[in-house]
């Protein structure tokens, strides 16, 4: 039998929804510092931002976790 988690999986959620919403504005300016083309910092992003909602992991620093992922794809 599936459970749905409750209120608490319900703040999870709305939680990572607010991470995710900052991240995305501020994403593409940290790629373009770190040598991204705009093009690519913005694919990149969207990337990131796909696997953060599949994989359901949380960061205490996503932006380490950015700029990690964007060294891994130059």
Do not use: H, P
């Amino acid at each position: 039998m599936l459970r749905d988690g409750g209120a608490g999986a319900i703040d999870r959620r709305l939680d990572l929804q607010r991470v995710l919403a900052g991240f995305a504005e501020d994403a593409v300016d940290a790629a373009l510092a770190l040598g991204l083309s705009k093009e690519t910092a913005g694919k990149e992003r969207d990337k990131a931002l796909d696997w953060l909602k599949a994989s359901g992991k949380r960061y205490s620093d996503y932006g380490a976790f950015w700029r990690n992922w964007c060294r891994r794809s130059l």
